[in-house]
């Protein structure tokens, strides 16, 4: 069983917008495994609409939350170690999944970007992604990891809910997104912001994630639970996640973070 060992490497690539394109949205059902995928805003016919863009085609496409889900597969299936700073994983020792910050074959990589054209030209400065609610088996969280190794949270289900952060316009960040049982989770994510024009937009759906290599498709089946919290609540009524500063950049600015984490490579084990 190979044990936690994540790359701290944050990338928020420079502003290059991501055209829009005319085809209409897929409507067929997908499971993605293994590739390159983002969840961000755009506009649909002249509405604020999340979706999430899928690079395991070419070309790329945009794709309802509704028609996907991601699955770590027991190759995302990793050991707590016993560093102290990732002990939010669960005691040490413990069977987690991990779609780490850094792409790995066989392993979805799914992040999250403000980089579409019209998003960008329309948006004042940033995007407020929350956390409304999840429904699953066990504990979410994602995090991202610091230029010190150091894990900095972004959401995680125990805590209260809805949770939110900020995300610049023409960003594009990743993280570890954890799961601590097999199954499905239902995420129910928002992304709202205020335009040049003054006026606010807002949209939620459900992003499916499946850990474990059991029938991915399943997940399909399971119905959302209703968030209490409306995807247009403001800002202010929702807890920060205070995600520091160094954690998302954006604009122009491209961040590479160092470091890698060596105790977690050395603790690195090979799968029986």
Request: charged share 20%; proline share 8%; aromatic share 8%.
């Amino acid at each position: 069983m190979k044990a936690l060992a994540l790359s701290a490497l944050l990338l928020s690539t420079a502003f290059v917008p991501l055209a829009a394109h005319a085809e209409p949205a897929p409507t067929e059902q997908k499971v993605i495994a293994d590739g390159h995928v983002d969840l961000g805003p755009r506009f649909v016919d002249g509405r604020w609409t999340v979706q999430l863009r899928d690079d395991t085609v070419d070309p790329a496409v945009w794709r309802p939350l509704d028609t996907v889900v991601l699955q770590a597969s027991a190759k995302a299936q990793v050991t707590v170690p016993a560093d102290p700073a990732y002990s939010f994983l669960g005691t040490a020792g413990k069977k987690v999944w991990v779609i780490p910050q850094v792409q790995q074959a066989g392993i979805p990589w799914p992040g999250w970007n403000t980089q579409d054209t019209e998003v960008a030209q329309r948006v004042d400065r940033e995007v407020t992604w929350s956390l409304q609610g999840v429904k699953g088996p066990g504990t979410f969280t994602l995090f991202l990891n610091s230029d010190f190794g150091k894990p900095a949270p972004v959401f995680d289900s125990r805590k209260p809910l809805p949770q939110q952060t900020g995300v610049d316009v023409g960003t594009h960040v990743h993280g570890n997104w954890t799961f601590d049982a097999e199954g499905t989770y239902l995420l129910d994510v928002a992304m709202s912001a205020r335009l040049t024009d003054g006026t606010t937009v807002s949209d939620h759906g459900t992003l499916r994630l499946y850990a474990g290599s059991g029938d991915a498709r399943s997940a399909f089946a399971v119905e959302p639970t209703t968030s209490e919290t409306p995807a247009s609540t403001p800002a202010t009524s929702s807890q920060s996640t205070g995600v520091p500063p160094w954690a998302i950049a954006g604009g122009a600015a491209v961040l590479l973070v160092g470091a890698v984490l060596v105790v977690l490579r050395r603790m690195r084990k090979v799968r029986g």
